[in-house]
Nanobody
């Protein structure tokens, strides 16, 4: 059975950092493109970052480029989202998505506030 479990969210001051984790089970993350999405209250879910199966190529939304880094540890079957230079507009629930199995995690809340 496929499961994705996000963790690492929390309350951080502007300019701070967080690392989100997405722990997968039931499939290998190396066999699937993996993405992080986020959804702020009253807004549509938006694609933040993706990592692809071929050579671990990555792609980012313009709003996070240079601040966020997506990576994966295939041995642990975990996908990470390192977030630096956080801004209040980064406040959202962050979700992990596995393209090959069309699976979502339950989300983890990130709140940026002083």
């Amino acid at each position: 059975q496929v499961h994705l479990v996000e963790s690492g969210g929390g309350l951080v001051q502007p300019g701070g950092s967080l690392t989100l984790s997405c722990t997968a089970s039931g499939f290998s993350i190396g066999s699937s493109a993996m993405s992080w999405y986020r959804q702020a209250p009253g807004k549509e879910r938006e694609l933040v970052a993706s990592i692809f199966t071929i050579a671990g190529r990555t792609n980012y939304a313009d709003s996070v480029k240079g601040r966020f880094t997506i990576s994966r540890d295939q041995a642990k079957n975990v996908v990470y989202l390192q977030m630096n230079g956080l801004k209040p507009e980064d406040t959202a629930a962050y979700y992990c998505f596995a393209w090959r199995v069309s699976a979502w995690g339950q989300g983890t809340q990130v709140t940026i506030s002083s």
